[in-house]
Structure formats: structure tokens, C-alpha cells
């Protein structure tokens, strides 16, 4: 029997815009107005039917170390207005290929957090490349991303990359036709790398850099007008942490 969300019946599901579903210590349902929040004591493997019923669902985050996400697709699927998927921290090595029928998709998370760095991904699946409403996407501390495949390029609409502690500036990622922001802190960047995407039309305009460094960075917003670097300093760590 698949898991059940144990909302209440009385309960609107088309109410709800944002969705958030992540293991934890007891099954548990919290609304907020437009947002839910469900938390399943064990961890589950295929996501609740009534997944589907949340049609309104724009934002949807999961957190889930065994999640079979070709399978969950097809329920995510079913849902029109998802533009925001948050994929964190779940250990994924790979991302499925059937990530190609999330059309809607503005923005998708694969990232991980500073303190839980599960998540390891080395490329994406050519499929990416349907995604063409992508505007945002996030690979944060996915330590060992290489590259990106050719079919990038089709993502004309896709302006943002976080990849803040990547231990490489990935391949092919100039295929890309129209970014325009670039989070790389604590990413192994060079400045030369930067120039052939700064100095096309429709250039880069923004990067975040780290405080180490970054001397060599503000050096490129001299020499390129239009082009501007966002110095973050590290965080400070309270005095016994």
C-alpha cells in the first residue's frame, strides 16, 4: 500500500501552492495558508497518490534519501503550474531522464546544503534540454560537477547557475546560450574562464564570488564595463562552535 498524506478530508488540496515533504522523526501535516508541509516518519520510496491532487502547486521541495524519482515524475507530472522543484540533499548521483517531462519547470534545485552534502552529481542528462521555461538552476556543493551536456544549448531562457562549491568551472557550460548571473563562491574559477561568456552578445553580468581572491574578479569589472562582482565574505563562526 503506497503512503497515504493523512490530510484531513475536509481539507482543500487546491488551496495549497507550495509543498514541502521530507523524513523526519513522526508523521506529521502543518498548514500555513497556501503552504504544507508533510513529514514522514520513514522514509518513502514512491510519492502519496494524493500528490496529485494539489494542482495548484507551484513550489514543491522533497527530501528523501530513497525517493524513486523516475517513478514519482509521473505524478509530478500531472501537476501544471509546477515551476519550482527543490531536489536536496537526497542523494542522487544522477539526475533521471525523465526530468524532460517537467516542462514547466522556471527553476530546479539539485543543490546541497552547507551541512548535508548528499547530493553528488558529476553531469546532467541530455533531457535537460527540454526543460526550455528554466531560468534558474541550482547545482550548489555538488562538489565533483564536471559538465553540462550539448543540449544545453536549447535553454535560451535559463539566465542563472549557482555553483557555489564546485571543485570545477563545468564543461560546456558557454553552450548556454544567455546567462546572465553566475554564484560562484568557493567555486575553482578563474577569471580567464569568465571572459569568452562576459564578452558575448547578451553577456554575463553578475558573479558572486569569495572574499580569497576575489582581487583578480574585480579586476574583470574594470576592464569590462556592464559587468559587475558581488564579494561575500565567509560566514563567522560563534566563539566555541
Known amino acids: ?50 500528490v496529485e491532487l494539489f494542482d495548484n502547486i507551484n513550489t514543491l521541495t522533497l527530501t528523501f534519501k530513497n525517493l524513486d524519482l523516475a517513478a514519482s515524475i509521473k505524478s509530478l507530472a500531472k ?72 543540449e544545453v544549448a536549447n535553454l535560451k531562457k535559463l539566465s542563472k547557475i549557482e555553483l557555489r562549491g564546485c571543485k570545477s568551472f563545468p564543461e560546456n557550460i558557454h ?20 571572459i569568452p561568456l562576459i564578452t558575448r552578445p547578451n553577456g554575463l553580468k553578475w558573479i558572486t564570488v569569495a572574499e580569497g581572491g576575489s582581487s583578480l574578479f574585480l579586476k574583470l569589472k574594470e576592464d569590462y564595463p556592464g559587468f559587475d562582482v558581488f564579494v561575500e565574505r565567509p560566514p563567522i563562526l560563534r566563539e566555541g562552535w
Open 1 to 50: 500500500m503506497r503512503t497515504k498524506l493523512t490530510l484531513d478530508d475536509w481539507y482543500d488540496y487546491s488551496k495549497v501552492h507550495t509543498l514541502t515533504m521530507h523524513h523526519g522523526y513522526k508523521d506529521s501535516v502543518g498548514i500555513y495558508r497556501d503552504e504544507c508541509e508533510v513529514e514522514f516518519k520513514d522514509e518513502i520510496t514512491v510519492l502519496p497518490e494524493e
Open 79 to 150: 501537476l501544471p503550474f509546477l515551476g519550482r522543484l527543490y531536489l536536496k540533499s537526497c542523494e542522487y548521483t544522477e539526475l533521471t531522464p525523465e526530468i524532460k517531462k517537467l516542462r514547466s519547470l522556471v527553476l530546479l534545485d539539485v543543490g546541497n546544503s552547507t551541512t548535508w552534502q548528499d547530493n553528488n552529481l558529476t553531469t546532467l542528462p541530455p533531457e535537460i534540454g527540454s526543460l526550455k521555461q528554466l531560468r534558474t538552476l541550482c547545482l550548489n556543493n555538488n562538489r565533483n560537477f564536471k559538465s553540462f551536456p550539448s
Open 175 to 194: 553552450l548556454i546560450p544567455n546567462i546572465e548571473t553566475l554564484d560562484l563562491y568557493d567555486c575553482n574559477v578563474q577569471p580567464a574562464d569568465l
